[in-house]
């Protein structure tokens, strides 16, 4: 995801910083890294560019200058709204946090949500919202429902897909940004703000419950599945996707800061909270840097 430029609030900075990223675009990331070592030397306490001179430094391959980038930010930033202690823990100088800062997400998708759909669609060739469709949709042929709740709904482009077959449409997700322009599709019954790590709904109250690419921002997921259990009705269905790994470990933060979960991870979670997969199937689910990209695309049940 591209970030947005954040001022310095100095003109000469902000120049320099702006060189800084256009060699690091050519390709000259030592270069870059030095010029935006200046641009901090007239503003030490700029946040986004303690961020991006550790971007800088670790492709210029300077790990440990890239580190204390991190480090320095996460002093002045202790809510972390640019996840430099994901950056850490990625580039192997710190432990892997359970879950990501509740202010990085919503930082991240607050200034993503302009050009989100575009970047996935139309670059990416995203496909989570229409396979999970698919895979509910044959879980349960022509099932109507009550209620569904979208949790993490973005721009809102799982809600299309079921609007017709549900009776009461609820969007949840962290950032207002996405839940503004879910609130232009006029698709969703409800929008609401929160954090599934949070979800506090009536029990069993729910038909379906989504998380389209939610989980690759979660983290752990033992919370999340415990909401939604208690959630979700009796005869209820929950469909969701993971980014997924090879290997043993059960969670695994990546190099994009996004978590991928194996498959073991999330059939001992199902089991746990008393769900079962009615499917479980392996897919490519978009792009990434020109490659296929593999997740699981899930749809499960309460146990009878």
Not at 22 to 44: C, K, N, T, W, Y
Not at 123 to 149: C, F, G, Q, T, W
Not at 200 to 225: K, Q
């Amino acid at each position: 995801m591209a970030r947005a430029f954040l001022s310095s609030g100095d003109l000469i900075a902000d120049r320099r910083a702006s060189y800084a990223d256009m060699l690091f675009e050519s390709g000259d990331h030592v270069a870059a890294a030095d010029l935006m070592r200046q641009a901090l030397e007239i503003v030490p306490d700029w946040t986004a560019g303690l961020f991006r001179l550790g971007e800088m430094e670790e492709a210029a391959g300077h790990g440990d200058a890239a580190a204390q980038a991190w480090r320095t930010l996460l002093q002045l930033d202790s809510d972390d709204h640019f996840g430099a202690g994901l950056k850490l823990a990625a580039s192997g100088h710190a432990s892997v946090p359970h879950t990501p800062p509740t202010a990085y997400v919503e930082t991240l998708f607050d200034a993503y949500a302009p050009t989100f759909e575009s970047a996935l669609l139309d670059k990416l060739d995203y496909r989570v919202p229409e396979l999970l469709a698919n895979a509910i949709k044959k879980a349960a042929p022509e099932r109507r429902y009550r209620s569904m709740l979208d949790l993490g709904c973005g721009t809102g482009l799982m809600g299309p897909y079921f609007r017709n077959d549900a009776d009461h449409l609820t969007g949840m997700d962290l950032s207002e940004a996405m839940l503004q322009k879910a609130a232009e599709k006029q698709t969703y019954d409800n929008l609401a703000k929160g954090d599934v790590n949070e979800l506090d709904a009536a029990a069993h109250s729910t038909d379906l419950i989504i998380a389209a690419d939610v989980f690759v921002y979660v983290g752990d997921l033992d919370r999340a599945f415990a909401n939604v259990a208690r959630t979700l009705a009796p005869e209820g269905l929950f469909a969701f996707s993971v980014e997924n790994h090879a290997g043993d470990d059960e969670l695994v933060l990546q190099s994009s800061l996004r978590y991928t979960h194996s498959e073991g991870y999330v059939r001992r979670l199902l089991t746990e909270n008393a769900m079962s997969p009615v499917s479980l199937e392996s897919k490519t689910i978009r792009m990434d840097r020109g490659e296929p990209l593999q997740g699981l695309i899930v749809v499960a049940k309460p146990f009878p």
